[in-house]
T-cell receptor, first 112, second 112 residues
Framework: DVKVTQSSRYLVKRTGEKVFLECVQDMDHENMFWYRQDPGLGLRLIYFSYDVKMKEKGDIPEGYSVSREKKERFSLILESASTNQTSMYLC???????????FGNGTRLTVT | DQQVKQNSPSLSVQEGRISILNCDYTNSMFDYFLWYKKYPAEGPTFLISISSIKDKNEDGRFTVFLNKSAKHLSLHIVPSQPGDSAVYFCAASVSGTYKYIFGTGTRLKVLA
């Protein structure tokens, strides 16, 4: 079974802090994703990584950056957290194109 | 513009009966479709997928139907069980891309 692990389930940060969300997958998947989920908006793609050190912007990359130094690990960075980044963040991975995404359990981030 | 729509925010069904969850899409380029189930405080779990070369795919109690001319897909759960109570998301993708467009979800409640 694919396991995608997000390091924190809940985080509370202050406005202006730099925030790191970590994600690790154990299935040697090439592709990894960061989404955020907000009520009424579904899941929206922040960033996608198709290989180590390779990334593509998703639909809402503003205010975020990512890092993928190792195949199994994909980090989402909020350079200066703002209250509108309060959300549920979901990491996912997949083997390749036209295959299902496998999600972690999410990190609920609150920025005060 | 919401390319994938789940028009029913909620659905209640008696245990043992059929649950039918619906999803409409607008982009005719979509050719890979997925259904996910999400329990509170967990990430979405992949249920079943279908490629546009098929019009039906079954996996145990779950069947997905695709009507390309109507740009409509549905998930049938037979028989429904209380443990099926969750939020169900449909998603659509264009093969070979990294973009998955998610609906906003339908909350299914199976009544014992």
């Amino acid at each position: 079974d694919v396991k995608v692990t997000q390091s924190s389930r809940y985080l509370v940060k202050r406005t202006g802090e730099k925030v790191f969300l970590e994600c690790v997958q154990d299935m040697d998947h090439e592709n990894m994703f960061w989404y955020r989920q907000d009520p009424g908006l579904g899941l929206r793609l922040i960033y996608f990584s198709y290989d180590v050190k390779m990334k593509e912007k998703g639909d809402i990359p503003e205010g975020y950056s990512v890092s993928r130094e190792k195949k199994e690990r994909f980090s989402l960075i909020l350079e200066s957290a703002s209250t509108n980044q309060t959300s549920m963040y979901l990491c996912a991975s997949r083997t390749g194109a036209s295959s299902p995404l496998h999600f972690g359990n999410g990190t609920r981030l609150t920025v005060t | 513009d919401q390319q994938v729509k789940q028009n029913s925010p909620s659905l209640s069904v008696q245990e043992g009966r059929i649950s039918i969850l619906n999803c409409d899409y607008t982009n005719s380029m979509f050719d890979y479709f997925l259904w996910y189930k999400k329990y509170p405080a967990e990430g979405p779990t992949f249920l079943i997928s279908i490629s546009s070369i098929k019009d039906k795919n079954e996996d145990g109690r779950f069947t997905v139907f695709l009507n390309k001319s109507a740009k409509h897909l549905s998930l049938h759960i037979v028989p429904s069980q209380p443990g099926d109570s969750a939020v169900y998301f449909c998603a659509a993708s264009v093969s070979g891309t990294y973009k998955y467009i998610f609906g906003t979800g339908t909350r299914l409640k199976v009544l014992a």
